[in-house]
Nanobody, 121 residues
Framework: QARLEESGGGSVQAGGSMRLSCTAS????????MGWFRQAPGKDRDFVAS????????YYRDSVKGRFTISRHNAQDTVYLEMNSLKSEDTAIYYC??????????????WGQGIQVTVSS
């Protein structure tokens, strides 16, 4: 059974940094694109970043470009999201996703349970 487990969330002050990790099990990791979405209270779940199977094509939403970096370590079935210069508007539950595309959710995606990131100003 496929499973994605996020770690590394918590609380940080504005301007600080945080790294999220997502480890996959039960799926052929290198055949999937990986990504991160986030959902703030009362808002829709939004795309944050994605990376293709071999890690050479990252893609970001405009508001995190230059601050966030997505990467993957295929030998460890893990994808990372390095977040720098964090802002209060980055506060959300962050979800890891594995799928054929991941920039747009599909029925073929696998999702983690989500992890809270809180940025205090």
């Amino acid at each position: 059974q496929a499973r994605l487990e996020e770690s590394g969330g918590g609380s940080v002050q504005a301007g600080g940094s945080m790294r999220l990790s997502c480890t996959a099990s039960g799926l052929p990791f290198t055949t999937y694109a990986m990504g991160w979405f986030r959902q703030a209270p009362g808002k829709d779940r939004d795309f944050v970043a994605s990376i293709n199977w071999n890690g050479d094509t990252p893609y970001y939403r405009d508001s995190v470009k230059g601050r966030f970096t997505i990467s993957r370590h295929n030998a460890q079935d893990t994808v990372y999201l390095e977040m720098n210069s964090l802002k209060s508007e980055d506060t959300a539950i962050y979800y890891c996703v594995a799928g054929p595309i991941v920039t747009v959710p599909t029925s073929q995606d696998y999702w983690g349970q989500g992890i809270q990131v809180t940025v205090s100003s």
